[in-house]
């Protein structure tokens, strides 16, 4: 009884605090869509994705998607030729109940939507200018998968959940990249299946060579987890990777006081791991509830243990922004920051 009143109590606060950060940070629930053409009705006649339909891709350079946008304040000075993104998104199938099973349908409208409206064109889009992005949809598991007792269940749905997002990198190698160099990039469950991705197919491996830097932000990147690929040492550092996770400053969750390893944490502000302060002078400009509207200063940042500690961001009525994790702004809060080193480690990697 007591382990069901710990599982249901974090449930119910895990979903409060999405209900809060839905509101003040990015209020997807109310988004337009932003794009046209894009087919929702499609069915799979066995339940598995076919890369080879533009369908099963949340992001492609061939079909206009929500990875296209940029904020209309920002020129529209676009160049997708010089570097492949392959971009894994976070969680979005979140019914408590599990009315669709552990994994998502690859097909399920709502689901589908519902990623294309927050993270491709929230996160994803960071990365059009001198990036083609590419996201595969993928039968991604449910978030209870991440708290539930039966592990058992749990590896089940991630490994389906990855077995998709690598066929589509192997599609994807096979059909699009033409020896191209390539940036990994993910959020939550994404970084999860990513990390994977990059020991299997990066890590003492010739696609190394092409791995421009890896953004794997929102889970913990532990010191033991890789054998050979290293954290990036600064901001034009390449071949490495960068990740961090969110929270407002003084905030000392009880789950990290309890990771025994050390987790390798980025400060997108300066692009060190030291606990270096960074004023929000360095922050170029992130995006809340109006992607439109890209904010200079948004938030200060420093690196403490094994976290990323944050200022409340700047904006009306941030008073009633009570919540200490940041993870779903992970890359929100430094939209423009991520959007520039991008560039920057794209031409240290040419030059090199």
């Not at 990036?131 to 708290?147: D, E, T």
Request: net charge positive; proline share 5%; aromatic share 16%.
């Amino acid at each position: 009884m007591k382990k069901y009143k710990s599982y249901f109590l974090r449930t119910l606060l895990l979903y409060l605090f999405a209900a809060i950060t839905c509101l003040w940070i990015l209020s997807s629930c109310a988004l337009k869509n932003y794009t046209t053409g894009i087919n929702y009705s499609f069915k799979s006649t066995n339940g598995l994705p076919d890369y080879s339909n533009l369908d099963y891709w949340a992001a492609h350079p061939w079909k206009k998607d929500p990875s296209h946008n940029v904020p209309s304040s920002l020129k529209r000075n676009i160049n997708d030729s010089l570097v492949d993104v392959f971009f894994i998104y976070p969680t979005s199938y979140v019914d408590p109940n599990l009315s669709l099973g552990w994994n998502a349908p690859i097909d399920d409208i709502k689901i589908n939507q519902k990623t294309d409206k927050t993270a491709i064109l929230y996160q994803a889009s960071v990365f059009n200018e001198h990036c083609r992005v590419f996201s595969p949809r993928y039968r991604q598991a449910n978030l209870q998968a991440f708290y539930t007792y039966d592990k058992a269940v749990a590896e089940q749905a991630f490994n389906l959940a990855y077995d998709d997002i690598k066929a589509a990198f192997e599609y994807y190698l096979i059909h699009f990249n033409n020896g191209r160099p390539i940036i990994i990039a993910s959020h939550s469950q994404g970084t999860k299946h990513a990390g994977r991705l990059l020991r299997e197919f990066f890590e003492n491996k010739p696609l190394k060579k092409q791995l421009v830097c890896a953004y794997i932000i929102g889970l913990p990147v532990f010191e033991n987890y890789f054998s050979s690929l290293r954290p990036c040492s600064d901001s034009t550092s390449t071949g490495c990777f960068v990740s961090w996770r969110s929270f407002r400053n003084n905030a000392d969750p009880g789950f990290v006081k309890k990771e025994k390893l050390h987790a390798y944490v980025t400060n997108p502000l300066t692009w060190k791991s030291d606990e270096t302060f960074a004023p929000t002078t360095l922050n170029k400009g992130g995006i809340l509830k109006n992607f439109n509207k890209v904010i200079p200063g948004l938030v200060s940042s420093r690196v403490h243990g094994n976290i990323l500690w944050v200022s409340r961001p700047k904006f009306f009525g941030n008073i009633f922004l009570t919540t200490k994790n940041y993870h779903i702004a992970d890359y929100n809060l430094f939209y423009m920051n991520i959007r520039q080193n991008v560039n920057t480690r794209i031409r240290s990697y040419l030059t090199r």
